[in-house]
T-cell receptor
Framework: IAGITQAPTSQILAAGRRMTLRCTQD?????MYWYRQDLGLGLRLIHY???????GKGEVPDGYSVSRANTDDFPLTLASAVPSQTSVYFC??????????????FGPGTRLTVL | GQQVMQIPQYQHVQEGEDFTTYCNSS?????IQWYKQRPGGHPVFLIQ?????EVKKQKRLTFQFGEAKKNSSLHITATQTTDVGTYFC????????????FGTGTRLQVTL
């Protein structure tokens, strides 16, 4: 069982380019999340999805979009990358999305550098 | 907005010494979770506390939830090099459809 996979592992991207980070889970979890991790700032929620077909904005959604066409996949798109989006991106999932009481399972992360 | 702060930001101990990290929320929490992230790795769930004043132990790790449910602590007894990593607390964010708000994390370094 893989759990959560993310691709690519790392990427260097020119500013202004479009980029999609992929996330797939095989646990049939309803809820999925995207976080960015920056030194000294911990993990900040970008977007989330409580169930397939629905998405919501987190703490830092600007410059990012997501979609949830099915249960397993939750891609994160940067329409026009900027250097401030240089970060480590983690995808996570939980069995349900309500109440913030479920354990979250994290993928291995994608290290993105925007030049 | 809700803030979850952790102190210290960083601690360096010698193997065998004890370690404590403290987590403080600006709002009352219905529960608190703790995660560990090894260097270069991803966060991994450790435990969840729900009740006021609750104390839970996992081998050398002791987790406590404050009486007012606004703070929590993680204490490691006799640290080992395997304890190296960053420890995060996280609590429900009522301002974002009850998603988790993660604390700023405490990075623990253990040397022989």
């Amino acid at each position: 069982i893989a759990g959560i996979t993310q691709a690519p592992t790392s990427q260097i991207l020119a500013a202004g380019r479009r980029m999609t980070l992929r996330c797939t889970q095989d646990m049939r979890h309803n809820a999925m999340y995207w976080y960015r991790q920056d030194l000294g700032l911990g993990l900040r929620l970008i977007h989330y999805s409580n169930t397939a077909g629905t998405t919501g904005k987190g703490e830092v959604p600007d410059g990012y979009s997501v979609s949830r066409a099915n249960t397993d996949d939750f891609p994160l798109t940067l329409a026009s990358a900027v250097p401030s989006q240089t970060s480590v991106y983690f995808c996570a999932s939980s069995d349900t999305g309500g109440g913030g009481s479920d354990e979250q399972f994290f993928g291995p992360g994608t290290r993105l550098t925007v030049l | 907005g809700q803030q979850v702060m952790q102190i210290p930001q960083y601690q360096h101990v010698q193997e065998g010494e004890d370690f404590t990290t403290y987590c403080n929320s600006s709002t009352t929490l219905s529960n608190i979770q703790w995660y560990k992230q090894r260097p270069g790795g991803h966060p991994v769930f450790l435990i969840q506390l729900v009740k006021s004043g609750e104390v839970k132990k996992q081998k050398r790790l002791t987790f406590q939830f404050g009486e007012a449910k606004k703070n929590s602590s993680l204490h490691i007894t006799a640290t080992q090099t395997t304890d190296v990593g960053t420890y995060f607390c996280a609590g429900p964010n009522t301002g974002t459809a009850s998603k988790l708000t993660f604390g700023t994390g405490t990075r623990l370094q253990v040397t022989l």
